[in-house]
């Protein structure tokens, strides 16, 4: 159910008709995974939070530095040295209480992944490394759940939505982009285009609308501005996914 504080917050996203009470109840039950709270998910948590999902966990080893607050507009100076999962948390609950916001502070390896995302609706890629990546594709592939991946590099992005036995997974073959934002450059409006599509991805998967990347590649140029967006293929012969 919504009370009535609910009804009022979320207000103008109920009035549009594909999600109404019923997809607001929806967003209230369901659990994302935020893995990784950098540049992409300081974005996608905001968005979330603010949209209503109930319960988010945010993954995270780092702490805040000077040199994240070009991008990663949860943190501020006065952070800097901090827990990143500890500051996003406090601000995040600022942001809307009737959120549970889930801290971990832990670096994501293939002995913890599986019991961190067990009962996710979502698992959001906040990511910054191709390992790490593809851990997570492979139990996101395991458990079934839907994996939104997003990467950035320079002026450039891009997004895909992983549906596992549906799509191709981040190991049926991905372009770059899976490098370290930081490594080549990043300018701070990049992750958060990129975050707010992964947060509408995320969003579609929960109330029950196709979600528009699935299978899709979408790049994105802030050198000319322009979105482009691709077919892609499964491997039939890819080591994670093929069996399914
Ligand atoms: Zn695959």
Not at 73 to 83: A, Q
Not at 178 to 181: A, D, E, K, L, V
């Given at each position: 159910m919504l009370e009535q504080g609910e009804l009022i917050r979320y207000s103008r996203q109920i009035m549009i008709p594909a999600i109404g009470e019923e997809g607001q109840r929806k967003l209230k039950s369901s659990h994302v995974i935020i893995a990784g709270i950098g540049g992409l998910g300081c974005t996608t948590a905001t968005c979330l939070t603010a949209a209503g999902v109930g319960h988010i966990t945010i993954i995270d080893s780092d702490s805040v530095e000077l040199s994240d607050l070009n991008r990663q507009?949860?943190?501020?100076?006065?952070?800097?040295?901090?827990?990143k999962v500890v500051v996003a948390q406090k601000k995040l609950s600022k942001l809307n209480p009737t959120v549970e916001i889930i801290p971990i502070f832990t670096k994501i390896t293939g002995e913890n992944i599986l019991d961190i995302i067990d009962g996710a609706q979502v698992v959001v890629d906040g990511l910054d490394n191709l390992p790490t990546r593809l851990l997570v594709n492979s139990a996101c592939v395991k458990h079934k759940i839907p994996y939104i991946y997003g990467g950035v590099s320079r002026l450039r992005g891009m997004v895909t939505t992983i549906i596992p036995g549906k799509t191709p997974c981040l190991a049926c073959g991905y372009p770059e982009a899976?490098?370290?934002?930081g490594g080549h450059g990043v300018l701070g409006v990049i992750p958060a285009l990129i975050a707010n599509l992964q947060a509408l991805e995320t969003i579609k998967v929960i109330i029950g609308?196709?979600?528009?990347l699935a299978g899709r590649l979408l790049l994105f140029s802030g050198e000319d501005v322009k979105f482009r967006v691709y077919d892609i293929e499964r491997n039939k012969n890819c080591q994670v996914c093929s069996q399914m």
């Open positions: 507009i949860l943190y501020w100076e006065e952070d800097v040295g901090e827990k899976t490098q370290r934002g609308h196709s979600p528009s």
